[in-house]
C-alpha cells in the first residue's frame, strides 16, 4: 500500500503521538509498504529526512506561543493537496490531527483519498488549563469537523470513542496501543540508579510526562511529604521551572528515552498519573509492564488501564486528598503493593505493537475497500 501520514508533530519532538507513528512506521516498514511523512518543520539541523524507510516531507512551521519546541505547521489547504496529488496514497493517516491535520483532512476530500483519523489529543480540554476557557468550544467545532470528514476514527479508549460518539461523530472504532514488553520489564529495575536517587533508601514515587500545564503536575505536591518516598519526576516541558520550584525536594531528572527511561520507570515503586485528558496514557501501560502498580484520575483513558484494587488505584478527578491517600495505602503495604504491581504486569502481556500494527492496517484496507471514488464518506457526490 502507498500510506501518507499527515502527523501534528513529529520528531525529533518526542510525545506520545511520535511514539505511536514511530511504532507504526517500524511495523509499515516490515510489511514493504511504502510511506510518506508530511509534518511540521524544524530548527534541529540533525532531524531525520527519512525514518523507517518513510520520506519526511517538512511543511514551514513556527514555534507554538510558550512551547517553543512545538511548531505548528504553516500554509493553507492547496499546499497539503498538491503534495499528496503528487504522492498519490491509497489512504490518509492524520495522527491527531487538529491543525495540519484539518488542511489534510481537506485535501483528501477533495481529492477522493479515503482518511483514518487517529484520536490521540484532547485539545478542547486543554483550553481551560492554558486559560482560555472560552476556546473550547470552538476546539470541539474544529474536532467534529475533522472527524466528520475521515472514513473512519480510531479511538485509543473507551472513553474516547464514547465521547466522540457522544458529539454525534459516527464511523468511530477502537485502536489501543501497544507496549514493548521487552524494552519495559520488571528486570529493568537498577538498585545503583536507586540509591543515586534516594541515598537515604527511600522508595520512589514517578511520573514520567511533559511538565505542561495540562498534565496537572503541581498536583504532586500533596505527596511531597509521604513517610519514606522520593518524588521522581521524568521529563522535560514549559513548566519545569516553576514545578521545580514547587517541589523543592523532588527529583527532576529531565527528558529519559530509551534503555534509560525503561531503567527508571522499572526503578520505581507506584507510578502516578494526575492528567485529566488523557485519551489513552502510554505511560501507565509502560509502567505496568515495568513491574509498577498506578494511581491515576479516573478520566479518560486510564479508566481501561486501572482496575481498582487489582492493578492499582483512580480517583475522582481533583480529589487531591484521595490521590494521597491511595499513594500512602500503596506505600505503606509491602504485600499490597506487590501484589499489584505483579497483576498490573500481567494485564498488559500480549499487548504487542505488531499486533495493533496488523490491526490498523486492517482499518486501511477495510476503508479502501469500501470507498467508491468521487464521493464522501457519508456518500454523497462530491
Known amino acids: 500500500m502507498r500510506i501518507a501520514i499527515v502527523a501534528e508533530s513529529f520528531l525529533p519532538l518526542m510525545n506520545g503521538v511520535t511514539h ?15 510511506v510518506l511523512v508530511i ?14 524507510g518513510a520520506h519526511v516531507h517538512r511543511l514551514p512551521s513556527v514555534p507554538l506561543a510558550g512551547y517553543a519546541n512545538v511548531r ?3 500554509g493553507g489547504v492547496y499546499r497539503v493537496k498538491r503534495i499528496l496529488a503528487d504522492y498519490a496514497p491509497d489512504v490518509v493517516h492524520l495522527a491527531s490531527p487538529f491543525v495540519l491535520g484539518w488542511r ?6 477533495q481529492l477522493g483519498i479515503p482518511t483514518i483519523a487517529i484520536y490521540q489529543t484532547e485539545v478542547p480540554g486543554y ?6 476557557p472560552f476556546l473550547e468550544n470552538w476546539a470541539w467545532t474544529r474536532v467534529e469537523n475533522i472527524h466528520l470528514l475521515a472514513s473512519r476514527t480510531l479511538a485509543p479508549s473507551s472513553f474516547a470513542l464514547n465521547q466522540l460518539r457522544g458529539r454525534g461523530i459516527p464511523r468511530v472504532e477502537m485502536w489501543r496501543r501497544g507496549v514493548d514488553t521487552q524494552r519495559f520489564s520488571p528486570g529493568k529495575r537498577d538498585a545503583g540508579w536507586r540509591a543515586a536517587v534516594a541515598p537515604a533508601g527511600e522508595r ?5 510526562g511533559r511538565l505542561a500545564a ?11 511529604d509521604v513517610p519514606g518516598t522520593r518524588l521522581v519526576i521524568v ?3 514549559p513548566q519545569r521551572q516553576a514545578l521545580e520550584d514547587a517541589l523543592p525536594d523532588a527529583v527532576f531528572t529531565g527528558f529519559l528515552g530509551g534503555e534509560e527511561l525503561a531503567r527508571a520507570v522499572a526503578s520505581f515503586d507506584l507510578f502516578v498519573h494526575p492528567g485529566e485528558f488523557e485519551t489513552f496514557c502510554q505511560t501507565i501501560q509502560e509502567a505496568m509492564a515495568s513491574g509498577v502498580p498506578v494511581v491515576a484520575t479516573g478520566r479518560g483513558g486510564p479508566l481501561d488501564l486501572v482496575e481498582n484494587s487489582r492493578t492499582g488505584w483512580l480517583y475522582e478527578p481533583g480529589d487531591l486528598a484521595a490521590l494521597r491517600n491511595h499513594v500512602v495505602d500503596l506505600m505503606g503495604d509491602d504485600a499490597k503493593r506487590r501484589a499489584f504491581a505483579a497483576a498490573a504486569h500481567a494485564s498488559v502481556q500480549g499487548r504487542t505493537w505488531s499486533a495493533l500494527g496488523a490491526e490498523l492496517v486492517q482499518h486501511y484496507e477495510s476503508v479502501l475497500a469500501a470507498h467508491v471514488p468521487g464521493t464522501t464518506p457519508q456518500g454523497v457526490a462530491l
Do not use: N
Request: hydrophobic share 45%.
Open 104 to 109: 489534510a483532512a481537506q485535501a483528501a476530500h
Open 72 to 74: 505548528v505547521a504553516m
Open 20 to 34: 505511536s507513528i514511530l511504532r507504526v512506521l517500524e511495523h509499515l516498514q516490515e510489511r514493504g509498504d511504502e
Open 214 to 224: 495540562e498534565k496537572q503536575v503541581q498536583d504532586l505536591a500533596v505527596l511531597a
Open 235 to 237: 521529563g522535560d516541558g
Open 39 to 52: 509534518a511540521p518543520s524544524t530548527q534541529d539541523a540533525g532531524a531525520p529526512d527519512e525514518v523507517y
Open 204 to 208: 520512589l514515587i514517578g511520573y514520567v
Open 127 to 132: 483550553a481551560g488549563r492554558y486559560g482560555v
